[in-house]
């Protein structure tokens, strides 16, 4: 099994459509990461989360909410979906225990369209 | 703010030539340095990092990275491509002062292995 699951693996939506991506993980780590990827722009971070009771913003979270259920899980919504949030979404985790210099692991992604 | 650039979005070599992918970081101050491939329809693996240490880093499939900090560079090598080796991949650092530990990619470089 994956350590990091991320569901569904697709999914094609309407715009204005409310939307969650789910994630879990099984290697016990304490951070949790959103990503989306966009062909010649890379990951760019969307948010993290430090704990259960600690969520952070990244570059772009605009028009994005998350929700840390339990430290294995952690969700990415989008409210009222529109066209341009069409992407590749990664979620990731890292042992912050053991200090910044820890690898990221990810998950095999979510591709949303959204006509 | 940190920035990682990745010198060409397209690389396309011979199988059993020399595969490099540049890499270069914006901080005066050395970050921790990481290497990732995308294979399709996956997330993001883990080729190898640096944190410290000795500057030639091994990592799996035959990859390695030199940092040098005199030219704030990490590239990515390989003596000899394989056809397996077609992927994309991806630099990305995080700052050692960073309590969020977050990750900044650069936008990718795919690398092509032709017959």
């Known amino acids: 099994d994956a350590d990091v699951t991320q569901t569904p693996r697709n999914r094609i939506t309407k715009t204005g459509k409310r939307i969650m991506l789910e994630c879990s993980q099984t290697?016990?780590?304490?951070?949790m990461y959103w990503y989306r990827q966009d062909p010649g722009l890379g990951l760019r971070l969307i948010y993290y989360?430090?704990?259960?009771?600690?969520?952070n913003k990244g570059e772009i979270s605009d028009g994005y909410s998350v929700s840390r259920q339990a430290q294995a899980k952690f969700s990415l919504s989008l409210e009222s979906a529109i066209p341009n949030q069409t992407a590749l979404y990664f979620c990731?985790?890292?042992?912050?225990?053991?200090?910044?210099?820890?690898?990221?692991?990810f998950g095999d992604g979510t591709r949303l369209s959204i006509l | 703010a940190q920035s990682v650039t990745q010198l060409g979005s397209h690389v396309s070599v011979s199988e059993g030539a020399l595969v490099l992918l540049r890499c270069n970081y914006s901080?005066?101050?050395?970050?921790?340095l990481f290497w990732y491939v995308q294979y399709p329809n996956q997330g993001l693996q883990l080729l190898l990092k640096?944190?410290?240490?000795?500057?030639l880093v091994k990592g799996i499939n035959g990859f390695e990275a030199e940092f040098k900090k005199s030219e704030t560079s990490f590239h990515l090598t390989k003596p000899s491509a394989h056809m397996s080796d077609a992927a994309e991949y991806f630099c990305?650092?995080?700052?050692?002062?960073?309590?969020?530990?977050?990750?900044?990619f650069g936008s990718g470089t795919r690398l092509l292995v032709r017959p």
């Open positions: 990305a650092v995080s700052d050692q002062g960073d309590s969020s530990y977050k990750l900044i």
């Open positions: 989360s430090f704990d259960v009771k600690d969520i």
């Open positions: 290697k016990g780590h304490d951070r």
């Open positions: 990731a985790t890292s042992d912050g225990r053991q200090g910044s210099n820890q690898p990221q692991h």
């Open positions: 901080s005066s101050v050395p970050p921790y």
């Open positions: 640096y944190t410290t240490g000795a500057t």
